[in-house]
């Protein structure tokens, strides 16, 4: 190619006969000799190809660790999703770590072995707690009754800055214990619920199987129940459908479907957003107040209604509102029962201060509530066996019904 293209004769400047001269194709060099110029030329190949085999390899080098990089980050990433998840299973009570049993004896013996109490305590507790498991029973201990019957006194004779207020029928409080501290309170808020259910004969057809409080194992067994009945499927594939020894966390679907499957009718209302300033739910408020205000439109400034206790949820945790104050102003007020607050700080409200300080556990204007979403479980009647059928297979496509 050199020679057919660059062998020529050129003239060399200052002479006078021409020289055969052959010039290099790449980088313009004049040579008289054709092998050293086709030497020449090979060096400038053999450079291209270097050059070439090395951005190559540069290229091939840059995929590679592009690659690695890829891997490791989606590594990481799936590492941190299965983190995640085992924290989220944790968290709801679904990692398998055993259940109401298995919490409360690793709580006593942390006890025991601080000091905090003595082994014949811990072997009394235990045995206690073993035939409550057993009977299916809740054994009390975290009870607290006769609240709702101060309140009315109090009310009566006290509070001149309220203007009305409605009360729930007689409910218990029960708070969490050793066993369910974390994880417990829609167990122990269908307990207080159940409790003010048992004391109006209104339902004593639906629960003539249930006439003690069931203890927290118990209402795990009473919801899987439910789900083999037909209720809630999605729900029940959530637990795998099983909650029986374990610390899963129950909502507003749960208490639903256990009701209903009692014969007891309910409606789930969902409060799915804020509907006043700075991320408040009046609407709330007032739907509550009417809930108890139907039918109880007396001048009493006092009302003790007979409409059981509403279940209220909301992320990581529920409570049970037990009533309601209208203030003079105008503004409304929750009355809640927690089950995180202990039967030591409940017990006060049954000496209550003419001040009415204690209320303070339980009062929650407008602006304390403000998560951004709110589910209630209200019970209003109960249901025909045709009547429970029908909501058992409208359950398995249920959808709250949503306030605007």
Sequence with gaps: ??????????????????????ECPMCSLTCTNIQILEEHVDLHLEEHNFSEGRNSRDLELAQQLQTEEDERRRSEEEKQEREEFKKLQRQYGLDNSGGFKQQFLRNMEREVDRGRMQPFEYHKRKADMMESLASGIDDGKTKTSGVIEALCKYYQNESKDVRRVWLSAGVDHFHSS???RGWGCGYRNFQMLLSSLLQNSFYNDCLRDTTL??????????????????????????????????????????????????RIKCQIIDFHKPTGPMGTHPRLFEWILHYYSTDNEGGAKVVCTSKPPIYLQHQGHSRTVIGIEEKK?????????????????????????SDGTGLKLLRKFVGSLKEKQYQIVAVDGVLSLEEKAARCHASQVLTSE???
Aim: aromatic share 6%; charged share 20%; with cysteine.
């Design 178 to 180: 050793l066993g369910d």
């Design 213 to 262: 409080i069931p203890s927290i194992p118990k209402i795990q067994s009473m919801i899987e129940d439910a789900w083999r009945e037909g209720f809630d499927p999605h729900g029940a594939s959530h637990f795998n459908n099983r909650l029986h020894g374990s610390k899963a966390w129950i909502g507003a679907c749960e208490i639903y479907s256990l009701l209903t499957s009692l």
């Design 1 to 22: 190619h050199v020679r057919a293209r660059h062998g020529h004769l050129l003239g060399a400047p200052g002479t006078e006969s021409g020289e055969q001269l052959y």
């Design 402 to 404: 949503k306030i605007p």
């Design 329 to 353: 102003n105008k503004t409304l007020c929750l009355l809640l029962f927690d089950p995180g607050c202990s039967s030591q700080e409940m017990q006060k409200l049954l000496k209550q201060n």
